[in-house]
């Protein structure tokens, strides 16, 4: 079945420092979701990429979904406290239902002010 | 719309019994999830509907798991005779048909 592997599983960083994490799935996809995680909470969406080699910004963060549409990542500049949590990679196997999706494991970040 | 709502927030029972969950979606959803997420891991898919239809089942949901969601609105997920493997959180979210999904708070079971 579908796998997709997150790394690192952990990372602390110093506030101010930046962060990127991967994410390598089995299967192409047909787009690829993120999600944050806060301690004690539930998934937020953060955004969703389609297109072969797109790049998103929301502030901070941006998102790049690779060319095979099987790899992604997430990276923060300059993180701060409240970028605290669990970032999960997430996405429908191409082909198969758009609906359902697989996630990774996830890469909790922590920083330290 | 106040999001997604699940009840109850947390559910104790005992080894053998057998518990119900309801999920509420958005309102302007047509699609209902659930999932299943355990310490360190991310949300594991186990059904879901698009309206009244359930139209796929995870190979590891048991026969002893079910869901139902009529008239399309609210969804009920009920485990039978419960095992210790069961304790878990268990996840609903609801979408349509072009963004992400948006997640309950979810009800965490304990199974003693």
């Known amino acids: 079945g579908q796998q997709v592997m997150q790394i690192p599983q952990y990372q602390h960083v110093q506030e101010g420092e930046d962060f990127t994490t991967y994410c390598n799935s089995s299967t192409t996809l047909s787009n690829i979701q993120w999600y944050k995680q806060r301690p004690g909470g539930h998934p937020v969406f953060l955004i969703q990429l389609v297109k072969s080699g797109e790049v998103k910004k929301q502030k901070r963060l941006t998102f790049q979904f690779g060319e095979a549409k099987k790899n992604s990542s997430l990276h923060i500049t300059a993180t701060q406290t409240t970028d605290v949590g669990t970032y999960f990679c997430a996405g429908p196997r191409s082909g198969g239902s758009n609906y359902k999706l697989t996630f990774g494991k996830g890469t909790l970040l922590t920083v330290n002010p | 719309d106040t999001g997604v709502s699940q009840d109850p927030r947390h559910k104790i029972t005992k080894r053998g019994q057998n518990v119900t969950f309801r999920c509420d979606p958005i309102?302007?959803?047509?699609?209902l999830y659930w999932y299943r997420q355990t310490l360190g891991q991310g949300p594991e898919f186990l059904t879901y509907?698009?309206?009244?239809?359930?139209?796929?089942k995870s190979r590891l949901l048991s026969d002893r798991f079910s869901a139902e969601r009529p008239k399309g609105s609210f969804s009920t997920l009920e485990i039978q005779r419960t095992e210790q493997g069961d304790s878990a959180m268990y996840l609903c979210?609801?979408?349509?048909?072009?963004?992400?999904?948006?997640f309950g708070s979810g009800t965490r079971l304990t199974v003693v």
């Open positions: 509907f698009q309206n009244e239809a359930q139209l796929e």
């Open positions: 979210a609801s979408s349509s048909d072009t963004q992400g999904y948006t």
């Open positions: 309102s302007e959803h047509n699609r």
